[in-house]
């Protein structure tokens, strides 16, 4: 079993542990964005992982990327780009189990073929049926526990390119902070992939089932390779910084500029400048049908009524939309502005 020198440093903040190559310089906890506080990091000698996929997307287009999608939204506020050190966050090599699972099924099921019985009334004619098929069942669990299930199912469901599969070098971590794996094989087998696996087996069982309809269906099956999978590490620019007091993410797949996910926090004044905006439309609403639901006024004024209160509520909607469009614009205008200071 080869075995390589890293360091590690925790941090004091969050408790998130990343690993480094000793020529590395690690600034920014990507879990939680605050600044690391390294004194004596400790010497880690670890078990080499098999596999390495190293970043497609450099910290140049990371940073362009990143901002194009920080920016967005109708509400995000203006001042959401200077609140944290985002210049400074490094990419990350998150760990991967590469499963290759052979497995061996056994079931058993009641199989009904439909035919016409009395009255001609369908019915089914149930038999005992049974069987055996094999197949291979290939796919990557998350080797971490310290993303939550939102951010782990994106970082699985990035592409496996097993053309851009390396074997592991640190030359390829120079530069990136690495996640160790926390997780066991059995944990990720049985809380990411035993789902999937159990889904796959049932459809590929059922299709082997003679007849028309079926019940009671048992299966049972034994695997191969659960206990050895390939250890792989794979490329995210993890950036995570706080606003009010609340932590907020983003996670983009170091491999595909597309697969952004995140979350941002919305200024809530804006909000309620926009709701007010349409303010008119309401009071224009809610006075026309109290003036209709009086029947001495409609009876009196119908026309007039009828005219007018299409036109206030006409006019208030345009004015409404108006506001909102202008609010909206303003704001936009204001944070492509901080945003020109960084690019």
């Known amino acids: ?103 061996n099924i056994d079931w058993s099921a009641k199989s009904g073929n439909f035919y016409t019985g009395y009255k001609n009334r369908r019915e089914v004619e149930w038999d005992p ?31 496996f390119r097993e053309n851009k599969l390396k074997p592991f070098k640190l030359e390829y971590t120079l530069g990136f902070s690495i996640e160790p794996f926390k997780c066991s094989t059995e ?16 459809l590929k069982t059922v299709s082997d089932i003679p007849g028309d309809t079926y019940k009671d269906l048992k299966f049972s099956y034994d695997t191969e390779n659960i206990k050895d999978p390939e250890k792989v590490y794979m490329p995210f620019w993890i950036t995570s910084y706080k606003y009010k007091d609340k932590i907020y993410k983003c996670i983009i797949d170091g491999q595909d500029s597309k697969r952004i996910k995140g979350d941002k926090p919305s200024d809530n004044f804006r909000k309620w400048k926009v ?52 609010i909206i614009y303003i704001a936009k205008k204001r944070r492509k502005k901080i945003l020109e200071k960084f690019m």
């Open 187 to 202: 944990n990720v087998f049985e809380n990411r992939l035993k789902y999937d696996l159990n889904k796959r087996v049932r």
């Open 129 to 159: 049926s049974g069987g055996r098929v094999s197949g291979k069942f290939c796919d990557k669990g998350i080797a971490t526990d310290f993303l939550d299930h939102r951010f782990a199912d994106f970082c699985e469901k990035t592409e």
């Open 275 to 326: 709701r007010f905006g349409c303010l008119p439309l309401l009071l224009s609403i809610i006075i026309f049908f109290i003036i209709v639901l009086s029947p001495e006024i409609l009876d009196k004024y119908e026309d007039t009524i009828t005219n007018v209160g299409f036109w206030a509520i006409f006019t208030s909607f345009i004015l409404g939309i108006f506001a909102r469009v202008i």
């Open 1 to 103: 079993m080869v075995r390589i020198n890293l360091r590690e440093v925790r941090c004091k903040n969050c408790g998130g542990t990343v690993q480094y190559s000793p020529k590395t310089v690690i600034l920014v906890c990507n879990y939680c964005g605050s600044h690391f506080e390294i004194e004596d990091p400790i010497e880690k000698e670890v078990e080499k992982p098999d596999s390495i996929i190293p970043f497609s997307i450099t910290k140049e287009e990371y940073h362009k990327l990143f901002l194009e999608w920080f920016i967005q939204g109708d509400y995000t506020p203006n001042d959401i780009l200077t609140c944290f050190d985002w210049q400074n966050v490094t990419g990350i090599y998150l760990p991967f189990y590469s499963f290759s699972i052979k497995y």
